[in-house]
């Protein structure tokens, strides 16, 4: 059996309780890991001056690998984001959600199966605003109007829309490999290209030019609004999306909410060079410290992180037994027992759940 080295960020709230979950669940399957051990997040602001120490991103650039409890983001620290840094310093630019239902979550839809290719690093997300009556606006403002662009109201902030043929080609790509490697039908981009004719309708024609390199699978555009109504309403129709930042950001929420919310979301950040997996929801500080959070979003985002390292076969097996304890319905945790019944009480904290998990491997 060969060893990995991973680097694991416990984080904070309930990252620490989820991520000794999903520890355990891998050690069950037979995997073995070599944990490199660092922490992000509030909790060592105190000790390192900074929610991100330097140690974090050298494990990463070392290991190319980490795994991710969700951090509280401190307010006021000057840091937008510890994820956005993250991302950004690695050029991390795959945002990857996979959402299917489980049976026994009390999920919307029984037949989704969606993968979400979210472009992670450009868009209205690049962080270039000017605030209201700053000089950067009034530039802007008069910079438009010179050059018959359009007219800004004076009292507007502004936000610009970065979009590239380099990182709109690298989605699409990334998204049309993964259909390929995994047995996919179909990928989907998704755009507003008849509103934003040059940004969006650069992504548009990037997915096209891509789409026409992979004859094998199917490809289709469709206009973000018509999107969501058609995921609403047929969500079976869909098989993989490929998005811009922002609406990959919304209409990867929704899905989501299509198949029982977030506490089963799992979720990676993929680029050239390292990837990062995370559950998809927060700190939670309200539960933290209970023993009480769903571990299921942070053990299949471990399934991710097995299935990039090749280990495939433990990753389907853990699958399999999340989804067989759900079916059996008899060890739920609050949240999904409370969607089930309407209220949690009974319920199986998070290490009574990992046991069920780890039983059914
Ligand atoms: P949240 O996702 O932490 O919590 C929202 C609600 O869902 C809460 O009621 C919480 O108890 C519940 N919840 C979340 N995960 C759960 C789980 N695994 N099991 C059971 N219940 C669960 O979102 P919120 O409260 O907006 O954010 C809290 C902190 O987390 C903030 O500082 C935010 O910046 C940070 N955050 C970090 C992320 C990350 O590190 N990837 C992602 C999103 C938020």
New binding site residues.
Partial sequence: MSTHTITLIP?D??GPE?TACMQRVIAAAGVDIDWKVVNAGAGVMEEHGTPLPQQVLDSIAQTGIAIKG????PVGSGFRSI?VALRKHFDLYTNLRPTWSIKGTGARYSDVDIVIFRENTEDLYAGIEAELDSPEAAELIAWAQDRGLGSIRPDSAISLKPISVTCSKRIVRAAFDYAVANGRRKVTAVHKANIMKHSDGLFLRCAQEVAAEYPGIEFEAMIVDATCMNLVTNPANFDVLVLPNLYGDIVSDLCAGLVGG??MAPGANIGANAAIF?AV???????AGMGI??PT?EILSGCMLLDHIGEHDAARRIRAAIESVYAAGEVL?G?IKKILTGSAQGAAGSTAFTDAVIAAL
Avoid at 70 to 73: A, C
Avoid at 281 to 287: C, E, K, L, Q, R
Wanted: hydrophobic content about 35%.
């Fill in positions: 984080g709230g309930i989820i969700p951090v509280t983001t994820n977030l506490g995370e929801h927060g700190s939670a500080p309200d539960i959070a769903n979003a945790t949240d």
